[in-house]
């Protein structure tokens, strides 16, 4: 069962302890959206984990999930604007692409509100993650 603090991203974020939101990279949204679709993914793994299918599932999803916000890290602990930061932004955006296939994947093993819920936080990330690559690319032209 998904904690109360979870159900808002709003009341998420107010619960972040501050050596986390202080970090530079909290200023990107594709970042905090990504940590908070993480915390979710955790309890949705621990539903599927009730099912034998779920637990082939379970690996792969909270990889990737997992795999999002750490290249948005890496990359910004790169610098903006460097070769290595575009890099890291694609492969965030490669990961994102990955959980929401999982979480289709995982439908017949969580409700359709979650999923539903889960693939546009994911579209949202995405989005950002994009941007924020395609904006970088412009910066240095």
Excluded at 46 to 54: A, F, I, N, Y
Excluded at 72 to 95: P, W
Excluded at 97 to 107: L, N, V
């Amino acid at each position: 069962m998904i904690p109360d603090v979870l159900r808002s991203y709003d009341t998420w974020e107010q619960v972040v302890p501050k050596y986390i939101s202080l970090e530079d990279v909290w200023k990107l949204d594709a970042y905090r959206k990504a940590l908070y679709v993480y915390e979710l993914s955790w309890f949705d793994c621990e539903r599927m984990m009730k099912d034998l299918r779920g637990r082939r599932i379970v690996s792969q999803l909270i990889s990737s999930i997992g795999s999002i916000s750490a290249n948005l890290e890496e990359g910004y602990g790169r610098g903006l604007g460097t070769r290595e930061y575009h890099q890291f932004l694609r492969y965030a955006i490669g990961s994102g692409k990955e959980a929401k296939g999982w979480y289709f994947r995982s439908r017949h093993l969580l409700t359709e509100a979650i999923i539903e819920h889960r693939l546009k936080l994911l579209s949202e990330i995405l989005a950002l993650t994009i941007f924020e690559l395609t904006k970088q690319r412009k910066r240095k032209k």
